[in-house]
């Protein structure tokens, strides 16, 4: 192991008591397992589908991450963010990137989704490099399972993704944002095939997954499956996520087995959701700017991940580097050191002691930040939502993929069966 | 006048009548004055310091931009998601680059005031020039005045940023972010001496400035200091600062002048806000997450301002690409094109069409999003705040700024008056 | 003048000092004229059409008093409450007592208008000679006037009121909830011609009837037609009343001009109201509950009264008897003694102090009734509204009053009406 | 059974079918139990406690019953009220009138605790008479349990409240208000003796009774201990009331057991409470204005209780007459007759056909109320609150009940620890 002591800062802690630590320690050699296995905190990337949406190279909808070759250098500046606000692994941009999505959204015309997939990878690696970062391969769930296709097909699927990652050898592989705990085991089976550590996260909140598998049963099935970190990613808010992993780990500790835990939560507040997590809520994805969490909700997110007994800690859609980077300050105590990004930001808002009005100065403080229960500006609007959903999932008619756009005859007859449900 | 045509798409209107528009249209030669003198419609880029403080690049509290000089590449990227998002101005990033506030801050030990401010113009010079936008130099309020520093001194300090952006040759100048008008004058006089076309912004809701000047009274100043273009930016939400803008206009129509009209308001809803603005809000700067609006707000936003005659539409703090990109969209039937990162982007919410979900498709059209409430997902939270604010202003000794970072005995002082005024 | 002192008890103030002031004075002899130009403090009623509507004895909608006549003992026993809540005013229940708005709604079937007029007075009287109350006759706006009747028809219908009024001997006489100041100056001229104490109350806001005449103006024109006393009632919440009360102050004392003022306010907030007030929220009648008022806004209501020089405060819809105790009971430093009523009732939540749990025990103090900001319980409702209101007043032909029912073809078009104007 | 109408009215239904009812159907033979088996619907009455506190006659702190004998006039208007608004039941005011209770509420020195017991009966059994209601005599849990007084003693004090009903030969018993199952059981063991029909409710939600004995069982334990109607009162909304007594039904099922169901809940939304109810909001009992239900919010726990199997629906503190009625008017479809008091109401807000404004009669419409979202006026104040509560029950020392007032010095401790619980 080799570690480069580059910088250091004074980091204020609770207790005003002063302690100097690392800006950023470089560490080139240790994998996921060992990372884990050694009891250090692993601080995982954002969601980059929803911030390159926001940044204008990702189409809300479709989601599919062909910028990682039509505008690489957007997704570099995007992952130079997230490591330099903390983050130990930069996950390659392939969310969404097997061939059957692809060809449902129609971006195989300039790319092909082998071509995304390697753009990705290179992007992953450049920035990899750069800090103390590792690369993860990552793939998720298909149209083809939702379509009813074999469980051939579908690992198919799964395989031509892993190919690449395979030759552009990445450091570990995740299967992550599975609605369905079978498809997700024949994720895991087939990563397994490549001998690099596996992690798999599925997007189910404490109902469990969309066939009422609980979330400790589900963990059980990925750990015998083969993957080596279990957790949940998307879907729901981080209070909903750590309760959920809490679920798995009992499951899985219930059952005898052993396995590090994860969790990548949204950064939006979703405490009206159901099974389905925040895709029903009538807010996704256009409105949801009202239940961004705020760096003071991701401390809070960090600190009850880790008493909780998770250690791979990180985010999805809705993070921006500055939400990760409040992971990394808030766990800087146990890892003993802070983030580069740190550099432009006072801990508990201190960086507010110079501000120009005084009544502003006297907002650098902890306390104050931690109690503040922010205002909407929105007083004609109300604090939860009425989730849409109609309690289908994979095998119903109304879930078949097709390639062809909805017409508009179909979108009528889903605004009138939408409109009833209400 | 060269225009090159170099795209189109199909631009869905709210009867779906299908009409092709360019996508983007690039005419290197017309100068501001030109353009808003001919009826044209001009969309400002959004808000620096905010977008950078999230992705790590800026210090919260100070505000200060040496990341033009540090991290170049950061500061590109973001001129080119507004460039994209539609963006006709390209504001050079030198808000609180003037060297009193520099030296106040601490940020003049790696790079001097003209380092800052001349990479500043380079990068906004470089980006303007890969499409249809001007490069805009701009100049802030400074600590001198409101430390009671003479007319001379204050001019001096607005002459040092004035010479770079003279050196630079910039296509032309604002003054923006002035809480007293009588600094603003200060700083249009300055200016006009460039020759170049002049904009004034001042950070004022309905109440006026600082010390009560009407809006209708600061314009006519800001006209009769020698300003073409006059408006507000910053402080508050969208509808406040084009009220406040309504009220210029009438004001400087009433005195018989003539000029522009410009916003460049904050993306946060603000409606209880009193004569300070934002700054004064509870949640300001860190907390102000719920508050953010959404793209439908900011469609709301352009259209509003158009039909006010205001005509150079931008934005502020909190202003993302995609904010930007809305104020395009909106305006895209009046002004013919839509903005090159549509290319990415359904209007709205079209790319719901194909999604996985057929309660999500069913949300594929303008009448849903426009009359959506979104919630808070904050139960606990209120709609409303009560902003801070002594109702002091320059030349109360609370204001005096000082070098020296505050000191815990001062830090303490204004908790307890802080605590008291609730 | 003949003082009886009752009773005393103990009165805990802010500071903890200990005051024994009495429980009730029973005084049968002064006038309100001659309680007002001693400087007391006169406490009104509350509002009799929602509290017995909430009972059981009145229709929402025709809003009609013939309780008066039909349930007397159900009235009795609410003029009772108010008395023994601290109310020196009995006004009598005969708001849209008026013969042509009895007709129009179809009362007068088993009862006269003079029959409920008369039992009105009786009843109010039986109960002021229980304390220390006097009896106030009131009139209210007509239906002859919105439907553009002579003034001298308008006139006589007050004429009916009035005789029996003199007949039955009340104390003084209200003309009370005027939309428009030219009628309330009608019913002045008339009420005066009987000789006794006049006070005339508009139902408006800071915006002014609904001819736009403001507040001050609209005062000038009552104290020059004849009123001693002029204030606000109905329509608005006690903040926007007293706000608006201190500009019909200004107005007077800016004339030269001289008068006693009150105020009746709702017991609902209103902050979201325009010039109509709560009958155009979208709440009004049904869904008023969540703006009800608490004990504690009716005590910072009865001090902002007092300090802006209101010696006349009561209430109207939405006040139940406790909510006047609570006027009383801020009140009672001033005045001397507590209502009666609070012989069940610990000041500022001291009865919680011997509660069987220990943390409520720990609300027993000023300090945490004041500083609360209570719940709705509502998380899927917003807190603000967006009132109707079509911005039309008397002689549009919406406004014309009929004595059918509405048909069901008019109903269907005002839903119409109604849904476009959102 | 002798069944007598006096009255019928047009009752409107949603398709707009007129049906022709009975305002009123006296009867005056049948017992509760007949009544229940037979399968009609009874109407229970309000809480006694908070209205009449309300009114002035109930201090809020120690909720002793002292009315019935000190102001009897007060308390038959609310039986008479209830009555009229469609209440089968008239129960005995003889909440907390244990003697225990009363002894530690210093009530006891005008009145002895038969006499309130007596006066209660009279009054409830004077105003049952003149419709079509029963006489139910309650009791209460008691402090002298909460103390951890002996089986034998807790028996004792339940024996005397019963001896006053057997001689005033009330026509049921009502065990009511437990947090402790075990002290219901004890209660209906000793209503029993009287030969009886004894209902039995706890004051508990879906988590149980404060010893976290289910619902389902504690159910299945009321049953065995003998009492034939079993659900719960207070502390909870119809909403939470209503899943909690259909848990207490599975549980009664599964057991092979049979009973009659009931519900009173509160007229307050409590979404937001833990296991101990609403007691331990922060609002209460002073601040709970913003939760008050709407007639509306009731039609619909009618119609869901009723839809559950649960036949006796009723309500506790918060219900306001007008509530009862909005209990009875929506089940009249289902039992075939309109309450009395429907005389001054118009289904479904029909009585707004005649209003003065045109927009407000556009709301005479089921669909216009039934999807109202109501605003709360108070956008500076949450939705949801989070409950007080230190997690003790029965047994801990916080809990033993004095006599004495709590001193300064044992507030002072409870003000300190309250505030360090938040």
């Known amino acids: 192991m080799v570690c480069i002591y580059v910088n250091y800062q004074i980091l204020k802690c609770n ?3 002063c302690i100097s630590v690392l800006l950023a320690r470089f560490d080139f050699t240790q994998g996921i397992l060992e990372r884990l296995d050694a009891g250090e905190i692993v601080i ?8 390159l949406e926001k940044r204008g190279y990702v189409k809300a909808g479709p989601w599919t991450p062909e910028a990682a070759a039509e505008y690489p250098e957007a997704v570099r500046q995007l992952h130079r963010e997230f490591l330099r606000a903390g983050s130990n692994v930069m996950q390659t941009f392939t969310f969404y990137a097997s061939d059957d999505k692809l060809e449902n959204r129609g971006h195989t015309q300039r790319f092909t989704g082998q071509q995304i997939n390697e753009a990705a990878c290179d992007l992953a690696r450049e920035v990899a490099n750069e800090g103390d970062a590792l690369v993860a391969g990552g793939v998720s769930q298909t149209p083809s399972y939702l379509s009813c296709k074999s469980e051939n097909d579908v690992k198919a699927i799964f395989k031509k993704q892993i190919d690449v990652f395979v030759k552009k050898n990445v450091d570990f592989l995740i299967a992550e ?22 992690a798999a996260t599925l997007c189910i909140g404490p109902e469990g997954d969309l066939n009422k598998v609980s979330p400790g ?17 998307c879907h729901f808010d ?10 798995m780990k009992a499951g899985v500790e219930k059952a005898g087995l052993k396995a590090h835990y994860m969790t990548q939560p949204l950064a939006f507040h979703t405490p009206d959701c159901n099974c389905q997590g925040f895709i029903d809520l009538p807010e996704f994805p256009f409105s949801l700017e009202p239940r961004i969490l705020t760096r003071w909700d991701m401390q809070k997110y960090a600190r009850e991940a880790y008493n909780a007994g998770i250690h791979y800690i990180g985010g999805c859609c809705g993070f921006e580097p500055y939400h990760t980077r409040a992971l990394a300050e808030e766990l800087a105590p146990e890892r003993g050191f802070l983030p580069a990004g740190s550099e432009k930001h006072g801990n508990w808002g201190s960086g507010l002691e110079m501000h120009t009005k005084p009544w502003v100065r006297a907002r650098a403080r902890r306390d104050y930040w931690e109690k503040l229960k ?14 849409d959903g109609w309690g289908v999932t994979k095998g119903h008619a109304d879930l078949m993929q097709q390639k062809e756009a909805t017409s508009q005859e179909q979108l009528k007859a889903l605004f009138n069966k939408a409109n009833k449900s209400h």
């Open 177 to 198: 944002y599975f609605e369905h705990v079978e498809e997700a085991e024949w994720a895991v089976q087939v990563l397994k095939t490549t001998g690099k550590p596996v």
């Open 238 to 247: 981080p209070e909903t996520c750590v309760k959920t992993v809490k679920m």
């Open 374 to 387: 922010p205002a909407s500006g929105r007083p004609f609007c109300p604090s939860m939502a009425m989730p």
């Open 44 to 51: 995982g990337d954002g969601g980059f589908v929803f911030a």
């Open 15 to 17: 207790k005003r008591v």
């Open 217 to 233: 049963d589900c963990a059980v099935r990925l750990v015998k499956a083969g993957a080596q970190i279990v957790g949940v990613n």
